[in-house]
């Protein structure tokens, strides 16, 4: 039976009431009041970092769109297509920062989650359940350490594609003229090959996500 999580707003001002100032355990506590576990906050942020690949996917694509075009121009208002290269690179850079911060959420509550679990099987005193419940948590953790490594990969593939569109959208800053397109189309095919390349992992990342949020929903 899955554990919803309808009670965020009451969550939120149960944290200001109790003067919450980012202490975990006030955190935790708090979401419990509401029948919440810290494996149902794990699956929330899971599912919710799928959900920011799938955005950052999408976006990174946008990009990549919007450098062919500008690769293919012939003429018009070049500082037109200069904005609207930027616009992506920023949007980018903000998909990407989205990324990054979920994954420490992710780390920090599945941290907590297996301290945690742990520590309360040494509390089980019928043997063949201790033994039990410390394979479950073995299996758990290899499926997570699954998911974090793609997670990881994906994020560290967002960064040269970034790098290469900060790259081309100064230089396109300060030389708004063909003869900046005709440079900046020699480096084309290194983008492009980087973009294509995130966007796999990206979609690795995605499948480890739905893996693992199955396998916390039917355990």
Same mark, same amino acid.
């Given at each position: 039976?899955?554990?919803?999580?309808? =009670?965020?707003?009451? @969550?939120?001002?149960?944290? @200001?009431?109790?003067?919450? +100032?980012?202490?975990?355990?006030?955190?935790?506590?708090?979401?419990?009041?509401?029948?919440?576990?810290?494996?149902?906050?794990?699956?929330?942020?899971?599912?919710?970092?799928? *959900?920011?690949?799938?955005?950052?996917?999408?976006?990174?694509?946008? #990009?990549?769109?919007?450098?062919?075009?500008?690769?293919? =121009?012939?003429?018009?208002?070049?500082?037109?297509?200069?904005?609207?290269?930027?616009?992506?690179?920023?949007?980018?850079?903000?998909?990407?920062? *989205? @990324?990054?911060?979920?994954?420490?959420?992710?780390? +920090?509550?599945?941290?907590?989650? =297996?301290?945690?679990?742990?520590?309360?099987?040494?509390?089980?005193?019928?043997?063949?359940?201790?033994?039990?419940?410390?394979?479950?948590?073995?299996? +758990?953790?290899?499926?997570?350490?699954?998911?974090? *490594? #793609?997670?990881?990969?994906?994020?560290?593939?967002?960064?040269?594609?970034?790098?290469?569109?900060?790259?081309? @959208?100064?230089?396109?800053?300060?030389?708004?003229? #063909?003869?900046?397109?005709?440079?900046?189309?020699?480096?084309?095919?290194?983008?492009?090959?980087?973009? +294509?390349?995130?966007?796999?992992?990206?979609?690795?990342?995605?499948?480890?996500? *739905?893996? =693992?949020?199955?396998?916390?929903?039917?355990?």
């Amino acid at each position: 039976m899955k554990t919803r999580l309808p =009670f965020a707003g009451a @969550v939120a001002l149960l944290l @200001v009431l109790t003067g919450f +100032t980012g202490c975990r355990s006030a955190y935790y506590a708090a979401y419990e009041k509401f029948g919440v576990h810290k494996r149902d906050l794990l699956r929330k942020h899971v599912t919710a970092a799928r *959900d920011e690949q799938q955005a950052a996917g999408e976006q990174f694509k946008s #990009a990549l769109e919007r450098l062919k075009e500008l690769y293919g =121009f012939s003429g018009g208002n070049l500082e037109k297509a200069y904005k609207g290269l930027q616009n992506e690179y920023e949007d980018c850079a903000a998909r990407a920062d *989205d @990324v990054r911060k979920r994954i420490k959420q992710i780390e +920090t509550v599945a941290e907590d989650l =297996f301290t945690e679990w742990e520590s309360e099987i040494k509390e089980i005193s019928t043997v063949s359940l201790q033994a039990s419940s410390r394979r479950q948590l073995r299996e +758990t953790r290899a499926r997570y350490q699954d998911l974090h *490594d #793609a997670l990881k990969e994906a994020e560290r593939s967002m960064d040269p594609v970034l790098t290469q569109l900060r790259d081309q @959208v100064l230089y396109l800053k300060h030389n708004l003229n #063909a003869q900046a397109i005709a440079s900046l189309k020699g480096e084309a095919a290194n983008i492009q090959v980087d973009i +294509t390349r995130l966007l796999e992992q990206m979609n690795a990342a995605i499948a480890r996500a *739905d893996e =693992f949020i199955s396998t916390l929903q039917s355990e």
